[in-house]
């Protein structure tokens, strides 16, 4: 019989990031900043299976030119969410906060389960309210974090990452958290 020795703590470790998406993640964030975004199909196509992009092609050739172009500037979410409002007549809220985290990832996601778990919805008659309930919102979003994170269950949530996924501590802790918040379902 062969002797076979393996590593149990890598292959969890392994096993748990890759159901967390965190390797392709990874590869998002290491691709980000130096690729093409507007033409580089291998980057939308990983992005769109990590963060569910389900749109058209006309969609999607407008929503990563304008991430390519976002990477000269310095982006927040209501630009994003205007230009993409403008640009297809879509109130693109998750996606804009999607494309604003990979830019800069210290900012939070905004998606359904982050919207559930914090108790939060968006309101509003028209699209203009829409737009402007968005902003808001997100504006909760981040002042969410900026208080969760000074507690003893953020640092205590921090550590737990850190200790379960040595690879990948380089994460922001923003984003450390929202795949705590992404879990709870």
């Known amino acids: 019989m062969t002797d076979l020795h393996f590593n149990a703590a890598e292959i969890f470790e392994k096993r748990l990031a890759s159901s967390l998406g965190l390797d392709r993640y990874a590869e998002i964030m290491k691709n980000a900043k130096t690729t093409n975004i507007s033409e580089d199909r291998e980057f939308q196509h990983l992005f769109n299976a990590f963060y569910r992009v389900r749109r058209n092609e006309a969609w999607r050739k ?5 991430f390519e172009e976002m990477k000269q500037g310095s982006p927040t979410f209501e630009s994003i969410l205007r230009i993409l409002y403008e640009k297809t007549g879509n109130i693109e809220a998750s996606f804009s906060s999607k494309m604003l985290a990979t830019l800069c990832p210290e ?3 905004w998606d359904r389960y982050v919207l559930d778990n914090l108790g939060l919805k968006l309101d ?35 550590e737990t990452f850190d200790n379960t996924f040595h690879g990948y501590t380089w994460i922001s802790d923003i984003k450390k958290i929202d795949c705590f918040l992404w879990s709870i379902r």
């Open 107 to 109: 900012k939070p996601i």
């Open 124 to 158: 509003g008659g028209s699209k203009e309210q829409q737009l402007c309930n968005a902003v808001l919102l997100y504006e909760e979003i981040e002042n969410w974090y900026a208080d969760f994170m000074t507690t003893e269950n953020a640092l205590a949530c921090l």
């Open 62 to 66: 407008t929503y990563y030119s304008l």
